[in-house]
């Protein structure tokens, strides 16, 4: 079986490390193409993966006409069963070539649905770009329950080609015991409008008079330089980091994992949380909140003031801290695990193609 697996970005974030998960752990039987623009960390790890039989380059994040039909020359030269693209950008080129290549299947997962747009008028364009597309779609692979029900309510998708299929991250252990005083409270994070990191700023501020408290801030972006400076004018007791190819070291050594994005589909960052035994302070939103069970692994919020409280209330109880600890690790056994994802998206093939 042949599989084109397409994206429009390879940088730093959950679609094109799911991406690289698919190239590094579906079945030998299966062939792997891969479309994907060129930079790190992704685009340079790909251009010589052994699992990779061929690839191609396209633009980063910008549809191109010309680069469509290079790769419709791409799918016909290499014999390509399925199209399976990644993400809005990905899904435009995927959506279109099958009109271009009509015997191609069409997988496409969205990996975050939103309707927090910048403007009315932008609203409309995705709407009617999304609603337009579904009918060229053979199966759409949705990572959280959430993101289901908003992508139907937008009708992004037809419900009778749809299957929900959670992230996943590979088991790499619990935590490590810390034997100081401090909590310390740890974010992965793209430094960008979703992830909202001034919200997460604002919380540090506001706590930043209880020195018992530190935050670790791991990744980069448009607004890492920004805050970073604004710590340090305002005396705020955050460890920015920047970005680590290993932030699994960071997290096995905090003690709490807070996440202040406006939308999600279903963040890694979480998942990886959960799977060393964090408890986790998240905004309540799609796919944070199927990560996070309120008062089981940790505490959804809506405001900065319901952040700065949970966080006070876990700085004091230890209690329930570890209780929230043991609960996140099982909670990770039973539903994010790479056996699970990866059985259910050779599955999802092996059907499309049967159809």
Not at 139 to 162: A, C, H, P, Y
Not at 199 to 205: D, F, S
Not at 321 to 330: A, F, G, T, V
Request: positive net charge; glycine residues 6%; contains cysteine.
């Amino acid at each position: 079986m042949n599989i084109l697996l397409i994206t429009v970005r390879a940088d730093f974030g959950g679609g094109p490390r799911h991406v690289h998960q698919l190239i590094e752990e579906l079945p030998s039987d299966f062939n792997i193409y891969v479309a994907f623009p060129q930079g790190k960390p992704y685009g340079n790890l790909w251009q010589e993966h052994p699992k990779i039989k061929k690839c191609i380059n396209i633009p980063y994040r910008k549809f191109s006409i010309k680069y469509l039909f290079l790769l419709r020359r791409f799918i016909i030269e290499n014999n390509i069963s399925i199209l399976h693209s990644h993400g809005n950008g990905a899904g435009l080129y995927s959506r279109i070539l099958k009109i271009i290549v009509p015997q191609i299947k069409v997988v496409h997962t969205f990996h975050g649905i939103t309707n927090n747009y910048s403007s009315y008028f932008i609203s409309c364009i995705h709407k009617i770009i999304g609603r337009s597309l579904r009918y060229l779609t053979n199966k759409f692979i949705l990572v959280s329950n959430g993101e289901f029900k908003l992508g139907k309510s937008m009708r992004f998708l037809f419900t009778d080609k749809s299957v929900i299929i959670y992230n996943a991250i590979a088991d790499e252990g619990l935590k490590f015991n810390r034997y100081d005083n401090k909590l310390v409270i740890i974010s992965l994070s793209r430094f960008d409008f979703a992830k909202n990191m001034d919200m997460a700023y604002r919380i540090a501020k506001a706590l930043r008079n209880n020195h018992e408290i530190e935050f670790v801030w791991v990744g980069d972006g448009e607004d890492f330089v920004r805050l970073k400076q604004k710590s340090v004018e305002e005396h705020v007791n955050i460890n920015f980091i920047g970005f680590t190819e290993y932030p699994m070291s960071y997290l096995k050594n905090a003690d709490l994992y807070l996440s202040t994005s406006r939308f999600e589909g279903l963040p890694y960052a979480l998942i990886e949380a959960a799977s060393v035994g964090l408890p986790i302070v998240a905004t309540d939103v799609v796919g944070n909140n199927e990560v996070v069970l309120h008062d089981y692994n940790g505490l959804v919020f809506k405001t900065e003031q319901e952040a700065v409280d949970a966080i006070k209330k876990l700085s004091i109880n230890a209690d329930l801290l570890n209780r929230y600890s043991i609960n996140s690790r099982e909670l990770y056994l039973k539903t994010f695990t790479m056996e699970k994802m990866i059985s259910s998206i050779v599955d999802t093939y092996v059907q499309v193609l049967n159809q």
